[in-house]
């Protein structure tokens, strides 16, 4: 059965940066999501990448700021963050997607199956 495992998140300081990774064996074959959930507020998917790693999607919040990519070698899916605000500051998971599409050059990424356990970040001064 697949397993993910998310690391890397910690308490950093507004405008630092941080990498979180996914880690996993056998989902070279899956799209992956980051997903994150602040306390009292809904889930928002942040990121995600196609199998391959050539298409990607990011949040309006987050766009500019956040880059997904992975490494097929090391089975690991990252989330570099960079410029990081208070409002970031959620439980972080990754996720295998359900299904994607990919219309006029606009990737996108619907429903997640596998979740990980989640990794806390924190931006706070």
């Known amino acids: 059965q697949l397993q993910l495992a998310e690391s890397g998140g910690e308490l950093v300081q507004p405008g630092g940066s941080l990498r979180l990774s996914c880690a996993a064996s056998?989902?070279?074959?899956?799209?992956i999501g980051w997903l994150r959930q602040a306390p009292g507020k809904e889930r928002e998917a942040v990121s995600c990448i196609s199998s391959s790693g050539a298409n990607t999607n990011y949040a309006d919040s987050v766009k500019g700021r956040f880059t997904i990519s992975r490494d097929s070698a090391k089975n690991t899916v990252y989330l570099q963050m960079n410029s990081l605000k208070p409002e970031d500051t959620a439980v972080y998971y990754c996720a295998t997607i359900a299904s994607e599409s990919n219309y006029g050059g606009v990737y996108k990424c619907q429903g997640y199956e596998t979740w990980g356990q989640g990794t806390q970040v924190t931006v706070s001064s």
């Open positions: 056998g989902f070279e074959y899956y799209a």
